[in-house]
């Protein structure tokens, strides 16, 4: 599960600002995972889906 912008406290969620998430998920690429599958978590729904197509997803590509 993915949130962004607060940290969520669950051990299983990656969640912070757009720029720690862009930090997090890069890493897992620079390991050599070659997806990731983003299921956005918390009850905004559509909002967070729309954050990390705005604001994760164009950093991830620039850093990969």
């Not at 930090?23 to 050599?32: A, H, I, V, Y």
């Not at 956005?40 to 850093?63: F, K, N, T, W, Y």
């Amino acid at each position: 599960d993915i949130r962004v912008g607060e940290d969520s406290g669950e051990p299983t969620v990656v969640s912070g600002s757009p720029n720690f998430l862009v930090e997090r998920l890069t890493g897992f690429l620079k390991l050599g995972f070659s997806a990731l599958n983003l299921i956005p978590s918390g009850p905004d729904h559509a909002e967070q889906m729309e954050r990390l197509g705005r604001e994760v997803i164009p950093g991830v590509r620039v850093a990969a």
